[in-house]
């Protein structure tokens, strides 16, 4: 998976180049950089000055980070970066602005994200260009999108913490901020629940390759030490509980709550017939929302169709229908997720759901809609004319379980894949949207699912290196996005992810790195 010589080229040119013309080797890449001549030294010992006890945290963590890359701290020296928190006048809380000179760094912002990613974009350089210096010049920055994000299926087989924590300081170091915990459904239930314990000793039992594998789950406390290592690194974690469908492996520890499902996908639903489940529910998502400080509640809410063939015969359900005056039970299904996000509401939570949430008619105020059907544009429209904010993660190209390469076979293809320039490429590609419109893009998102993906080993190569694309995308504005920029500067990246033991397919040369065996 090694790219060594085109790799070390690339540092000697970084090394060798005169003063005057150092680059920067940055992803996602900044979208105004002004160069001067020279650049700050980072040999000598560096002192981090503020004033602003809010900063506390992102200096102790780049002060760990810039040692990693050969940087000494001295609280004597008199060279250094200045971190300022300015007060307003900045569009985004993640915007940030370098003023760089041989001897001092001055970096401003907003709010202590904009710091972050301003310490993220030197140590970055320093890390990928091989240089023990940054070029001088004024970097004024700010992410394309509010949320820049990726989701990892845990439910249909189980990776555990270190993996995810290696994840998510991946995700730090390019500029993604969300993480999207898809932590149960059908294979397996992966969160603790104090409350109904046997969603875990019995619901954590299989995964979608061996029903029968011992139960794998996150502890409570295993969550809180996740949280607490992703908002250092200002990452948010949404998890998502799957529900009305989706629900077997609930359903499997407390079959009272089910709704049933049919001979492909028993036991799939919940039953919203019954006023017991929406208190089963709620004292499930309070301790979820006891765990995770995201304002945000991913519930799911998709292919409920596939296994709620029972609610026909269902007498309570067939009440509800009758008293709430319900036609349908697509009308069911929209009438669970409208009390449910009522729920959330109670917890001071905001719904977040997949697209077929739109039909429902939660407040477009406090939801946010996944659009991850990508054969259906309409549903799209629908969410934007309805005014939900929304986040775009079309199955091609941001499912990261599509096959990335003609020549692979472990994966999935619909009419075709998503290589890595296809998640480069988006969303301009394929989308021309309205100012109105663009005001509602949240932002994008690529997933993971993983039925066909059991071992880290699959989880880099599919997600790496176009986790890496879906940073630029998510952070360079369309004007300043420059694929052979990209292609060059994604050298260096693969020497990193290299020392970082983390596996990838490298699209520049696929001959070199073959399709991991099943």
């Not at 200002?234 to 359903?251: F, K, L, R, S, Y």
């Amino acid at each position: 998976m090694k790219q060594i010589l085109p790799i070390l080229l690339l540092i000697v040119f970084c090394n060798c180049q005169p003063e005057e013309t150092q680059i920067w080797v940055v992803t996602p890449y900044p979208n105004t950089v002004a160069a001067e001549p020279g650049g700050f030294d980072f040999k000598q010992g560096i002192n981090f000055e503020t004033s602003e006890p809010t900063l506390e945290g992102v200096v102790s963590f780049f002060q760990k980070k810039m040692v990693e890359v050969g940087a000494s701290i001295d609280a004597e020296s008199g060279k250094k970066i200045h971190l300022e928190l300015a007060k307003g006048g900045e569009k985004s809380p993640e915007a940030y602005k370098l003023h760089i000179n041989k001897s001092d760094i001055k970096l401003t912002a907003s709010h202590p994200k904009g710091i972050f990613y301003g310490m993220m974009t030197l140590w970055q350089q320093l890390k990928l260009s091989g240089n023990k210096s940054v070029p001088c010049g004024v970097v004024e920055d700010a992410p394309r999108y509010a949320h820049r994000g990726f989701m990892l299926d845990e439910s249909r087989h189980f990776f555990g913490k270190k993996k995810v924590k290696q994840l998510i300081d991946l995700m730090a170091a390019l500029k993604l901020n969300t993480f999207h915990w898809h932590l149960t459904d059908s294979p397996g239930w992966r969160v603790e629940i104090k409350a109904y314990p046997k969603l875990t000793t019995i619901g954590g039992i299989g995964n979608h390759t061996n029903p029968e594998a011992p139960a794998r789950f996150y502890t409570q406390e295993d969550i809180k030490e996740i949280v607490a290592f992703a908002a250092e690194r200002q990452v948010e974690i949404i998890p998502e509980i799957d529900m009305p469908g989706h629900a077997t492996a609930a359903n499997r520890a407390y079959p009272e709550f089910s709704g049933g499902g049919n001979e492909k996908h028993p036991e799939f639903t919940f039953d919203p017939g019954k006023d017991a489940t929406y208190q089963y529910l709620t004292t499930i998502l309070e301790e979820v929302v006891g765990l995770f400080p995201s304002q945000y509640i991913h519930l799911g809410g998709d292919e409920v169709h596939f296994g709620n063939e029972k609610w026909k015969s269902n007498d309570s359900i067939q009440a509800l229908m009758n008293r709430e005056n319900l036609s349908s039970l697509v009308d069911v299904e929209h009438y669970f997720i409208r009390r449910m996000a009522n729920e959330l509401t109670q917890m001071d939570k905001k719904l977040a759901g997949w697209d077929e949430i739109v039909e429902s008619d939660v407040s477009n105020q406090s939801s946010v809609v996944y659009w991850w059907r990508h054969d259906k544009e309409d549903q799209l429209q629908k969410s934007l004319d309805k005014g939900y904010p929304t986040v775009l993660c079309p199955r091609i190209p941001l499912y990261f379980d599509f096959v990335q390469h003609d020549s692979h076979e472990n994966g999935r293809r619909w009419d075709g894949f998503g290589t890595l320039e296809d998640v480069y490429a988006y969303p301009e590609s394929t989308h021309d949207f309205s100012d109105k419109e663009t005001k509602l893009i949240k932002g994008i998102q690529g997933n993971l699912w993983t039925e066909k993906f059991d071992s880290d080993i699959w989880v880099d190569f599919m997600t790496f290196p176009r986790m890496v694309a879906l940073a630029e995308s998510a952070w360079t504005t369309k004007n300043n996005k420059n694929l052979e920029r990209f292609r060059t500067n994604l050298l260096p990246f693969y020497e990193f992810l290299d020392s970082q033991d983390v596996g990838y397919f490298n699209s520049l040369q696929p001959e070199l790195t073959p399709e991991p065996k099943p």
